[in-house]
């Protein structure tokens, strides 16, 4: 598909269409939507920031390529005056003091938020079922899971209920449900956009992430998004990616896969089959394509969810009634933060808090947490020595198709392992698109770090090749 984000703005340049109506017609989408992506709409300010698009238009003025361009925001994004629920009971009445880096530049560019949209709890999770909004439907087949966390996110993209949508990606959250509902999800590198008014998950994996219907509209959100933040110290300066750039596939000389995502009995038969398949038209366009050795997914799933678990329980240790949240009063104040925590915390976000302070408390940190730090650094030596090797690698993004909604609630565990492919590359902080392409969940593309440029012009290729 092509961009629509220069499409529409033509037809708003043209006066084909009006930017009110347009963003009435999504609106109405949205609210009539039976795949329950929405937790909160907003209706008020998308129609009085469409009139102001819509007067400047009548007036002559030219408008920038955004502007106009209706999109969502995964709901554990800060915009001022809007609730921030991360889809929780604890935040349910919470409403932002900010706005996010990363929406706030979108926003002065002159794109318009439709919505906040419904997702795990506090991106807890693969399936956006745990979630106080209800479970989100698959868009394809709504028997089935949204995916997670930004389920919501991505089911409004693949409905066309929104352009586009910003998730967060801390594990795998905007390529595995981009997969699921066959649209674009990028993460970034680490630190390419700003942090500052994401609610923290897991603080050394959080990326956020836009999800479209094409390479192109990918591109010109990740552009807007990037750059250094003074409120976020983690990020960095990039340059633009431009467009001519990325059409051409040359610099571009070999593709690694690892053997042991493929070679075992957790993946689906036709998963594997169709990735082999992918493989053999890449080669069959002169691209060298390499099998290449890497940890085991269990490693990769215990390795992530040790360090996830340990930075979840850190990070949501402020929510406890006092500052934010809903407070029960107990007894006494400690008996008030337990029971608001426990009140108003999901299973699913308590068995990480659990989890989280177990293996971060004396006696366990040596054997358990600090294991992990070591296991990361060997995973990101392992990558940086893949990539003297190849220039992109390819991986399918699930080892199975979506389960039916219920299913991932019965059983965390199982739920943990499908996230065994896209795990390893947010602990190696490297950019990774999931395509809509090559396997019934896609494919994801990687490359070096910093070198998200390489992965969209590898998209491009691919676009054409398979
Ligand atoms: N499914 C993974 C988890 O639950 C990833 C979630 C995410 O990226 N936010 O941790």
Known sequence: MSSQIHHIHQQLMNKDISCTALVQEKLDLLKQNTNNTVNTLLDTLALDLAAKVDAKIANGETIGLLEGIPFGIKDVYMVQGTYTTA??????????????????????????????????SFGHGSSSENT?????????????????SSGGSAVNVAKDYTVFSIGGDTGGSVRQPAGYNNVYGLKPTYGRISRYGLMAYASSTDCVGPIAKSI????IVLNIMSGKDTKDQTTYASADISQEVISSSENIKTVGYFKNFIETDAIDADIKSDF???????????????????????????????????????NLSRLDGTNYGNRIEGDNLKETYSVTRSENF?????????????????????EIYLKGLNLRDNISENFEKDFEEVDI?????????????????????????????????????????TVPQGTATGLQITAAKHNDELVLKFANFLKDTI
């Open 87 to 120: 889809s929780s009971d604890l935040l349910k009445n919470y409403k932002s003091a900010y706005t996010a880096t990363a929406i706030q530049k979108l926003l002065d560019a002159g794109a318009i938020p439709l919505v906040k949209e419904n997702c795990d």
């Open 393 to 433: 690698i390819i991986s399918p993004v699930t080892p199975s198709t979506p389960p039916k909604i219920g299913d991932s609630l019965k059983d965390p565990h199982a739920m943990y392992l499908s996230d065994a492919y896209t795990v390893g590359f947010s602990l190696g902080q490297l950019p990774t698109l």
């Open 276 to 314: 082999l398949a992918t493989i053999e038209k890449i080669k069959a366009k002169g691209i060298e394509v390499k099998a290449l050795d890497f940890f085991e997914s269990e490693t990769l799933v215990s390795t992530y969810y040790t360090l996830a678990m340990a930075e979840t329980a850190s």
């Open 216 to 219: 192109e509209d990918i591109r």
């Open 132 to 148: 106080i909004f209800g479970a989100v439907k698959n868009a394809i087949n709504p028997d089935l899971v949204g995916g997670g």
């Open 346 to 366: 999901s299973e699913e976000s308590k068995r990480r808090i659990v989890g989280g302070n177990q293996v971060l408390s004396q006696g366990f940190s040596d």
